[in-house]
């Protein structure tokens, strides 16, 4: 058989004496056949120069092969210095889609429009959907649930709703942190949070409250503060909290950003970090480890979120099945704290 007439997957399952079901699991990097068998059929293809009309193939399945990662058009902040969680996770989900041979699509979504899901999915636009779930904004979430769409969520699952979430374990997060700040010995250690109503940031604090808890310590109500997730309002919260009497010996801030923004506050108080107060951030952004006073803060493992965001959508796309993971945290130690 000459190099011209492999045109179809029959020509190669008849080169390879396998079947057209083998040879398409092969060529689709299928876990269902055995590596040598895959090899051996893709050095086939590829001397042969053989490739699978794509298009053609997701017609037939209606398929797009396409995830869309969603974005309320009432977070402006996306996509800036104001966000760089929501930059890194984008990362992270675009390596895992690649990974599996589906692209990415970006969507941004009026929170009023009850229509934009069944649109995108009629039209077989996109297979799927990922979104940044919040329990203060829950449009998005309940036009999915409600059209029973394929979609996966980051952030404290919501207990009415039944769907698929990846979240960090935020209260192991709020207790390493303080547990870090009192074995330093730290006594007056405050709480800097993101939007006080907010799920993670709640259960970030009860990880804080418990901790001190455990230790025969209680939480002091004038050493708590709240932000938006911003550098300034970091820097806002912070200086509220110098003012009190007496002042934090140290903070947990559960945001890098915020964090970064409490530095600023604290050393133009005129004070020093860690010397003065110590600060621990959490999420462990690039930046983290590249301010100007290393952060020490709780990682979340955001490649590894990226991965089973992927991984848990696309396995609830083929199969219908559901699962609520909680990925682990681990303190990272540099120089704030």
Known sequence: MSKKTVQTLDDIAQLAGVSKSTVSRALNNSPLISQETKERIQAIAQEYHFRINVPARNLRLQQSRIVAFVVPTYYPEFFSAEDLFGLEILGGISKGLRALGYDLLIIHVDPHDTTWARTYLDSRRVDGFIIMASNRRQEHLKSLVELDAPFIAWGVPISKFNYCSVTGDNIMGGTLATQHLMQIGRQRIAFLGGPKDELTVQYCFQGFKTALQNAGRSVDPNLVAYGDYSHDSGFAAMQRLMEQSPKPDAVFVN????????????????????????????????IAAYNNLPLTTIR?????????LTQNLIQFI?????????????LVVRQSA
């Open 300 to 308: 979340q493992n955001i490649s590894l979120v990226g991965k089973l």
């Open 318 to 330: 083929q199969t219908g099945t559901i699962t609520n993971v909680t990925t682990p945290v681990e």
């Open 255 to 286: 945001s890098d950003l915020m964090a970064i923004g409490a530095i600023n506050a604290i050393q133009h108080s005129g004070k020093t970090v860690p010397e003065d107060v110590a600060v621990v951030g959490y999420d462990d952004l690039s």
